[in-house]
């Protein structure tokens, strides 16, 4: 609430007596209709009372009058043109009439007489936020500042201005100032709490908006904050408790509804989260962010019709829409239509032929063996962007996705030398954006090991699950995880659920689950006890029971798992583990290839890609050594070369009958294949991609030095 200066604007007449005193004290208080009655009673006793129709003025604007607001300050501007806090009142106005260039020019009159107008300096400043100028707005609360030094809003703007140029440690200090001059606003605390969790700071993000909520407890913003914190610290189990605090103070507003949702469908539980995202955008049907993130989660949940006319739909919406199309020619791979979905993306990449994502899409659709208009332009632009594809960009617009792309056009055609030229461009420039700590990584490998003994596994072994139904198929990614899950489900007992992510977060958030995050795992795991486990082991079910129909054994293909089959055999101890075993060789150079989507920041490097596979590796020798069940190990070449007996021997192990139609797997039309292999599972078992290192010759010396000094045959 603006206040009035308890000294009348210059020129002002003033009436004397306690009606204006009393109209000021009411003002200065923020007690916004007690004022109002008091200045109307001040005007109607002095008609000229230019402080009156100013302060009037205000009050109107702060009651979203702005009419009326904008008819009082041009009255005083009448009788006193150079008045600032009409002209502030009338910037106001312009620019709650979307007018911005207007209200910066009254306000530059403003300063232009005064240039120490805090006020003025502090508006201005809101106007440079708006902008983008982060620094203009940053000088102007300064000079503000060195007037009004205990003004809580300006330290408030100040902090933010600061925090959204990534200078939080000039930020906060402006923060807690403001959070000590106002202790009492909650607004105070929970921008206090955006800037803690936006420097990186959860924990005091937490408590920064736990004061907010304490005085205001229906601030829905606090909660939704609460919620981002506790899912920063992985501790899902409180940040679900927060959303669904915020969806009830705030119960129909877009935004909360689809981050509660986006939150539910990563906490895997997609009944709950598909009807708030499908709420947000009944409401805000404008908002294509919205419709993008609800085609994503029918997707992921393998509902596939849905998608696609949601994906239509959102193409009537925005026709040009690169993500619209990108996301139908997505749809129509993972079905296999891959004729419709290169016909959709050839067409959008005339119209955005720059468009990097479609280029990399469109080269996933096929291989590429003969003349295609499309791949050429492909190249083409490659060759412009990446001179004889063994440098760096020539132009700054061209992305890794480009030189993915170029990178499988190369190699179908048989272009290996050039082919790899443009993967190590596209992992030198992916790689940038996706550092990998290796130490990090084998110190924590070690850790497990020397936690998850037998000795261990005797303590845990009588709190898991009975339930048979699971199959955890692991390996390596790109070591033949997908085609050994098709070849599964293909059996009509089974089904594949794809990579489901439950037991990646059960981990992430164990210590929370059973130490109160005191812990970290794996240390924690020594804690875990039946009602943990029994509850976690009924969520992963009732996810394969709802993909599969209730099959006797529904396939989790997620390949990491293999570093966490302790856990794994904790909560489901009679689940069948299936390895996956390929040449290193092949394997390392097919995820160097591969343009994942997100993390695998170990790939990039070479030398360091091979060294993750040795520990990968080594890890897998741990189980089959601790685990007091046996690990069916499945050789690829040799699955590929001769599939009927090792498909026999894997159902075998899997408690299944032989039945030959799991052979033609790759004429299955009935479900989706979302990984990266989506291609190759629609063709038939065949040894293309055995011995495939051999044709990249010294390219390869990095990982191969690797791979001879660890004793790895090639």
Known sequence: MKTCSSRAARGTREPRGSRVAQARAAQASGAGARAWQAWQAVLAEDPQSLEARVCLAELALARREVPLARDLALQVRGAEPDNPRAALVLAQCALAANRPREALAEVDGILARRSGD?????????????????????????????????????????????????????????????????????????????????????????????????????????????????????????????????LNASPDVPSILNDA?????????????????????????????????????LMADNRLDEAEQETRDWLRQAPDSVAAV????????????????????????????????????YSATSRFSEADATADAILERARQAFPELDGTPAEPAATADLAYAAGKILDDRGEFERAFS??????????????????????????????????????????????????????????????????????????????????TRFENSLT??????????PDCVGALNAGTVEAFARSVLATMDRVSGGAKRVVDKLPH????????????????????????????????????????????????????????????????????????????????????PNVRALLDYLGLEWDPQVLSFHTRRDGQVATASRWQVRQPINTRSVERWRRYGSALDPLLNVLEKEGIPL
């Open 261 to 297: 949702g986006t939150f539910l469908h990563y906490d895997n539980d997609p009944q709950a989260a598909l009807p708030l995202v499908r709420r947000a955008l009944e409401l805000a049907p404008d908002h294509l962010a919205f419709r993008e993130n609800l085609v994503a989660q």
């Open 422 to 503: 443009a993967y190590r461009i596209a992992n030198t420039l992916r790689g940038q954006d996706n550092p990998f700590d290796f130490k990090a990584f084998e110190s924590r490998s070690e850790r497990v090991r020397e936690v998850f003994t037998p000795k261990l596994f005797e303590r845990l072994r009588d709190i898991g699950s009975d339930s048979e139904t699971p199959v955890f198929v692991v390996g390596l990614p790109r070591s033949g995880t997908t085609l050994v899950e098709q070849i599964i489900a293909s059996h009509p007992d089974a089904a594949g659920a794809g990579e489901l992510s439950h037991f």
């Open 118 to 246: 805090a006020r003025a300096l502090a508006f201005r400043a809101s106007l440079r936020l708006g902008a983008g100028d982060l620094s203009g707005a940053v000088q102007d609360l300064r000079a503000a500042l060195r007037s009004r030094k205990d003004d809580p809003s300006l330290h408030l703007q100040l902090g933010i201005a600061l925090a959204r140029s990534g200078l939080y440690d000039e930020a906060l200090p402006h923060f807690k100032r403001a959070c000590q001059l106002a202790p009492e606003d909650p607004g105070v605390h929970l921008n206090q709490a955006q800037a803690f969790l936006d420097a990186g700071q959860p924990q005091r993000s937490l408590a920064a908006s736990a004061r907010a909520v304490a005085l205001a407890p229906g601030l829905a913003g606090a909660h939704v904050l609460q919620a981002l914190a506790f899912d920063r610290l992985e501790n899902f189990g409180d940040a679900r408790l927060a959303w669904e605090r915020a």
């Open 561 to 644: 798992n293999a570093l966490r089959l302790g856990l794994v055999h904790a909560v489901f101890p009679k689940a069948r583990i299936v390895c996956l075993r390929r040449s290193l060789p092949d394997t390392c150079l097919s995820i160097y290839f591969q343009n994942f989507t997100h993390g695998h920041g170990y790939r990039h490097d070479l030398e360091v890609l091979g060294r993750y596979a040795v520990r990968f590796r080594a890890m897998m020798d741990h189980w089959r050594e601790a685990l007091p069940v046996p690990v069916f190990d499945l050789d690829y070449a040799a699955l590929v070369a001769d599939p009927e």
């Open 326 to 361: 990108r996301t139908l020619g997505d749809l129509l791979v993972r079905r296999g239509e891959f004729r419709d979905a290169r016909t959709r993306l050839s067409e959008a990449l005339e119209r955005h032929p720059h468009d990097d994502t479609l280029a990399v899409a």
């Open 512 to 521: 929370w689950r059973v130490s109160g995050g005191r812990d970290p795992y």
